[in-house]
């Protein structure tokens, strides 16, 4: 089976949401015009508790793009964003839920991050994600959402790690780019892992 993978189509990472991405709502429509084509359709949600190790806010003196070591890992500081049952946290409102058959949370954990939707930064703690599409015998997923060059890479590079082939759309995305080429390098990352990048145009057509 086919899945397509929505990545934190969250208010928060839209314009102005707490961590906006750049042009972040863009990807909303090349969501809802893929989603009809896969018979299954899931989605990841960043839902942090307010202690959250990875916001800026609970390290004092330090501020969002500075890095810190967190569970062991280096962890960049962002915003507060994406509170568990804070408006932030809401998928978009314009986003179609009708076809998303099951939602994975991540981030849950204060004392260290999840970037992908199948894993903990550590890889310690699975959030399911894997699990489910194995028992839906999955062979391949298509990815996007938000952000290019965190959650969107790590979960495509996770995907491909489960013998899952793995396709990013890269207008289907938009990146942070805390440094100048971190989007480039995330579609380079991708495809060396093995995956395929396309245009949703290329899918659609």
Known sequence: MRALILVDIQNDFLPGGALAVPEGDRVIAVANALMPMFPLVVATQ?????????????????????????AGL???LWPTHCVQGTRG???????QQGPVAQIFVKGV????????GFFD??????????????????????VL????????????????????ATTLVED??????LRPGDVAAALTEVRAAGGAV?????LLG
């Open 46 to 70: 960043d839902w942090h508790p307010p202690d959250h190790g990875s916001f800026a806010a609970n390290h004092p003196g330090r501020s969002p793009g500075e890095v810190v070591t967190l």
């Open 74 to 76: 280096q962890q960049v």
């Open 89 to 95: 946290a809401e998928f978009a409102r314009t986003l």
């Open 109 to 116: 954990d204060p004392e260290v991050d999840s970037y992908s």
């Open 121 to 142: 930064n550590g890889r310690r703690r699975s959030t399911g994600l894997g699990e489910y599409l194995r028992a839906h015998e999955v062979r391949e997923a298509v």
């Open 145 to 164: 959402g938000l952000a290019t060059d965190y959650c969107v890479k790590f979960t495509a590079l996770d995907a491909l790690s489960l013998g899952i």
């Open 172 to 177: 289907g995305c938009r990146g942070v780019e």
């Open 198 to 202: 396309r245009r949703s145009a290329d």
